[in-house]
């Protein structure tokens, strides 16, 4: 919807669709229906009690005032060893910027590096946000797009197809959203070879499901000798410890980079709040046994609910190795009807689901996949199982 009052920015911004959809889903379920929403990327389980204590007692001690821009130090420092221990990453504190979200992050770095007619590689399926943010600074997506025969993977000639004199970035989430495949070691090093030829050209990580991995391991692209000097590595408290509400992200990045998401974060938030830093910190350097029992959790959801979709006629479904996404092609219903309406495309299929089934899916389209669909199963067994239920009742009406 455009606006002639509005900047030219705003008016050519696509609103986010995973929060849309599930603002439609409340929207329905306060009208009395009960809707199934498996369609926002939010864990089901509450922090774990440690770090809420940990935040309750920094309050307590008046831990309430304005941070350093890029995060308190002890944070930092608790991120700085993170890196080491999870991920074989060198940082400096100077290196990290704590930001209100890992997707004020992804900003952050965008903004920083990012003129009008840059161009920005995404891999498709790719997180919502990134095509928006890149507009948002002028620049120019470019999407490289693997589909599910390939489990979503986009592999080196893709890039090198891709990559031009005019690349600055390229943007990718492992384990991904919303397709919740893991690049393995050698996906990357794949990657990375072709890279060599392209030394200007900046990598951002998007690691935020990093604890989310059901193939035993996570590797981060900073780690390879020929990027690592130009890798920003994303990650975030939102998924891993269940703290989205929280609001907080980090990266570690090449100084000159970090410098300038300082600089703008200077000017636009400030540091994320006091508190909620000094639980942060205790989130990252305390056991990890809560976030493991979360992950053991999604895996067997995973199993159960990859098992139950791929029973549903037209539904072409991959096994994720990670996040708590599936994401079917569903493209086979495409030109099928229900009470004269069509389905043209995902959007239109998404729509049905919630009209027809009040489940609460998000389209591929948002994702630069128009084929498929993402479902959550960040829900409980009953809400999965349920809404497979209805999902086969509501496709049976197609013809
Ligand atoms: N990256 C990806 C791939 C995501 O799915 C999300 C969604 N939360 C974010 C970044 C942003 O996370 P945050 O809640 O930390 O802003
Ligand atoms: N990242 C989550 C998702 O993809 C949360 C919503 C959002 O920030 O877009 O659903």
New binding site residues.
Partial sequence: MSDPRLSRRVNEMEESATIKMTQMARDLASKGHNVISLSI?EPDFDTPSHIKQAAIEALEKGDTKYTPVPGTMPLRKAIVEKFKRDNGLEFTEGQIVVSN????S?ANVVLSLIDEGDEVILFAPY?V?YKEIVKLAGGIPVEVKADISQDFIINASQLKEALSDKTRLIIF?SPC?PTGSVYTKEDLSALVEVLKDFPKVVILS?E??EYINFTGKHDSIGTFQAVKDRTVT?N????GFAM?GW???YMGAPKWIADACNKIQGQITSGAAAFNQAAAAVALSTSLEPTQEMKKAFERRRDMFVGLLSTIPGFKVNTPTGAFYVFPDISEYFGKSYEGQEIRNADDFAMFILEVAHVAVVSGSAFGADECIRLSYAASDEQLKEAVKRLRDAVAKLS
């Fill in positions: 990327g979200g890992a997707k004020q992804i997180w946000s989430s959203n998007d935020i499901y994303v975030g408290f939102s998924k989205t609001r907080l992200g």
